[in-house]
């Protein structure tokens, strides 16, 4: 759970130092690096240079890195779908105002933490959406 939600992270904020990164997770520097790390050896993440300063580098996804995130996504959407495919219109509404609410709190939390907004997901090349949400219920 822990390489899935960095894995989120690192998709939201493009390459990006261990610095942010532990800022926006919540985490030390030190266990942020120890994550990175796993992340690196299982060929999920790589570091490349910061242009900005020739002495920090950033931390990006990896094309294993997208399809592990996309893996992660997928398996947690089956456990999810028979409870979405049985919401009334009603419940899809209470859902789309919760999500949106969500969105809105994560884009503050982000602003805060790092400085930055989030990057929303029609933004994103690598983001897959999400299957739609049913319209009529059952």
């Known amino acids: 759970m822990a390489q899935a939600r960095l894995l989120a992270l690192l998709d939201e904020l493009g390459p990006t130092r261990v610095s942010v990164l532990a800022e926006a997770d919540h985490s030390s520097q030190p266990t942020m690096t120890t994550q990175v790390q796993r992340l690196e050896a299982a060929g999920w993440a790589q570091r490349v240079d910061d242009p900005d300063d020739a002495r920090a580098s950033l931390v990006s996804l990896t094309g294993e890195g997208h399809r592990a995130l996309a893996q992660a996504r997928e398996a947690r959407l089956e456990v999810l779908s028979p409870a979405l495919t049985g919401l009334d219109r009603s419940g899809v509404e209470r859902l789309r105002t919760a999500v949106e609410v969500l969105e809105a709190l994560l884009d503050e939390a982000a602003q805060a933490t790092t400085g930055h907004t989030r990057q929303h997901p ?13 319209t009529e219920g059952h």
Request: hydrophobic share 25%; net charge negative.
């Open 122 to 134: 029609h933004t994103d090349p690598h983001h897959q959406p999400a299957p739609a949400l049913p």
